[in-house]
């Protein structure tokens, strides 16, 4: 069973940026699809990010691309995500989830571990 914790979050102006790092532990995560997700208060945990098993083929929510990247590092065990010009919109809790089983999807429910999130909170 794999654990993620994700770490990087805080506070941070408009405009500025945060580096959001996910760690996995129990297995290797080298074979699965990585994505990020976001959650703000009040709405639905929306999709921002997904890295293929080698980091060939990545894809991006359209409200955050060329903002973010996303990255892997299978040696490491870890997912990143670069967030730079950040907006009040992105505040949120952020979530690194694992899909060990499929094809690279935007959709949460096709992912089978997850971490415990971070905030961030882009003030204006």
């Known amino acids: 069973q794999v654990q993620l914790v994700e770490s990087g979050g805080g506070l941070v102006q408009a405009g500025g940026s945060l580096r959001l790092s996910c760690a996995a532990s129990g297995r290797s995560i080298s074979t699965s699809t990585m994505g990020w997700f976001r959650q703000a208060p009040g709405k639905e945990r929306e999709f921002v990010a997904v890295?293929?098993?080698?980091?060939?083929?990545?894809d991006y929510a359209d409200s955050v691309k060329g903002r973010f990247t996303i990255s892997r590092d299978n040696a490491k065990n870890t997912v990143n995500l670069q967030m730079n010009s950040l907006k009040p919109e992105d505040t949120a809790v952020y979530y690194c989830?694992?899909?060990?089983?499929?094809?690279?999807?935007?959709?949460?429910?096709?992912?089978?571990?997850w971490g415990q999130g971070t905030q961030v909170i882009v003030s204006s």
């Open positions: 890295i293929s098993w080698r980091g060939r083929i990545i």
């Open positions: 989830a694992g899909d060990s089983r499929g094809p690279m999807s935007r959709e949460g429910r096709n992912y089978d571990y």
